[in-house]
């Protein structure tokens, strides 16, 4: 006998439960899975894409934003679109360009 056959004995166990098991439930769960992975990419690149529309100074936006986020601190917010805007003409490290995604991203998925 190999070293391996009760572990092979077991895949085979295996196998066979897998195959008299009915799919659904599993696929539909993977399913959701990778939905709620999707979900959360297309969140990320609105993010993204609203955090570079602030930085290239898009008033609209800002304004938008205040509007759809009354809880949001304008002052706070203002002064790191500011330090951001500062930070990308220097060539400086993106610090204060990540505090505005991550204030971003606090905002949005405040109730």
Same mark, same amino acid.
Do not use: T, W
């Given at each position: 006998m190999g070293r391996d056959s009760g572990r092979r004995r077991q895949l085979r166990y295996i196998g066979k439960?897998?195959?008299e098991m009915d799919a659904e439930p599993i696929q539909a769960a993977l399913g959701a899975v990778e939905g709620d992975k999707s979900a959360a990419a297309a969140h990320h690149r609105m993010?993204?894409?609203l955090?570079?529309?602030l930085l290239s100074g898009d008033d609209q936006? +800002?304004?938008a934003l205040l509007d759809?986020?009354?809880q949001a601190d304008r002052q706070h917010l203002r002064q790191l679109i500011r330090n951001g805007i500062r930070e990308r003409e220097g060539s400086r490290p993106p610090r204060y360009r990540r505090e505005l995604f991550r204030y971003?991203?606090?905002? +949005?998925?405040?109730p």
């Amino acid at each position: 006998m190999g070293r391996d056959s009760g572990r092979r004995r077991q895949l085979r166990y295996i196998g066979k439960l897998l195959r008299e098991m009915d799919a659904e439930p599993i696929q539909a769960a993977l399913g959701a899975v990778e939905g709620d992975k999707s979900a959360a990419a297309a969140h990320h690149r609105m993010l993204e894409s609203l955090c570079e529309a602030l930085l290239s100074g898009d008033d609209q936006r +800002l304004g938008a934003l205040l509007d759809e986020h009354p809880q949001a601190d304008r002052q706070h917010l203002r002064q790191l679109i500011r330090n951001g805007i500062r930070e990308r003409e220097g060539s400086r490290p993106p610090r204060y360009r990540r505090e505005l995604f991550r204030y971003l991203r606090d905002l +949005l998925a405040a109730p």
